[in-house]
């Protein structure tokens, strides 16, 4: 079980979005703005697209942004693409551990 | 550009213990630190414990307390995880990551060592 709650699968077609909740507790998601994501294609390493929230690292499109209301983040991707079909995870500091989502399948139709 | 080098694959016996290295180069070794995740085959991520190259920041995930042991050698720029008395559910490709300064967050990522445990 883990430690953040986010939906098993998630699914848009060409050009709509789609957005991924994580859920998590008073204790990281509602407790710092160290919340970050994820993407990971089938067989390669997981690669950093969002940081503290809402920040995009250099040569992640603007497609994917990032938001937190209380214990919750969300991650939105917009006009989706083919090669934005993957498992993303979010993670939280949490005072020593770090926590992660279960991970999202994004299906893109 | 910052590059994280694993060592290779593992297969080892239930019971038996395992090292896998993790060589940084790009960047300046001191200024950041390496966490290790792992990921069962077909499951989610798993944070497991972070090291300061300078010795200082170690931590463990509980359940990994007195089973694993991060080191480095600060003077090839390496890092090391070790994990001892090893069960099937211990099979898992494992990761050293580094962290974003000031914002405990995992920038760069290693190719992954998968660690097999099978008699």
């Known amino acids: 079980?883990?430690?953040?709650?986010?939906?098993?699968?998630?699914?848009?077609?060409?050009?709509?979005?789609?957005?991924?909740?994580?859920?998590?507790?008073?204790?990281?998601?509602?407790?710092y703005k160290f919340v970050s994501w994820y993407?990971?294609?089938p067989g390669k390493a997981p690669?950093?697209?969002i940081y503290e929230v809402s920040k995009r690292p250099p040569g992640v499109p603007d497609r994917f942004s990032g938001s937190k209301s209380g214990n919750t983040a969300s991650l939105t991707v917009s006009g989706l693409q083919a090669e934005d079909?993957?498992?993303?995870?979010?993670?939280?500091?949490?005072?020593?551990?770090?926590?992660f989502g279960g991970g999202t399948r994004v299906t893109v139709l | 550009?910052?590059?994280?080098?694993?060592?290779?694959?593992?297969?080892?016996?239930p019971g038996a213990s395992v090292t896998v290295s993790c060589k940084a180069s790009g960047y300046t070794f001191s200024d950041h630190h390496i966490h290790w995740v792992r990921q069962a085959?077909?499951?989610?991520?798993?944070?497991?414990?972070?090291?300061?190259?300078?010795?200082g920041s170690l931590?463990?995930?509980?359940?990994?307390?007195?089973?694993?042991?991060?080191?480095?050698?600060?003077?090839?720029?390496?890092?090391?995880?070790?994990?001892?008395?090893?069960?099937?559910?211990?099979?898992?490709v494992y990761y050293c990551v580094r962290d974003r300064s000031g914002s405990w967050t995992f920038d760069y990522w290693g190719q992954g060592t998968l660690v097999t445990v099978s008699s």
């Open chain 1, 1 to 31: 079980q883990s430690a953040l709650t986010q939906p098993p699968s998630a699914s848009g077609s060409p050009g709509q979005s789609v957005t991924i909740s994580c859920a998590g507790t008073s204790s990281d998601i509602g407790a």
């Open chain 1, 39 to 41: 993407q990971q294609h």
């Open chain 1, 47 to 49: 690669k950093l697209i």
């Open chain 1, 85 to 99: 079909e993957a498992d993303y995870y979010c993670s939280s500091y949490a005072g020593s551990p770090w926590v």
């Open chain 2, 1 to 13: 550009q910052v590059q994280l080098v694993q060592s290779g694959a593992e297969v080892v016996k």
């Open chain 2, 41 to 55: 085959p077909g499951q989610g991520l798993e944070w497991m414990g972070i090291l300061h190259p300078n010795g």
């Open chain 2, 59 to 92: 931590r463990y995930a509980e359940k990994f307390e007195g089973r694993v042991t991060l080191t480095r050698d600060t003077a090839t720029g390496t890092m090391y995880m070790d994990m001892t008395s090893l069960t099937s559910d211990d099979t898992a």
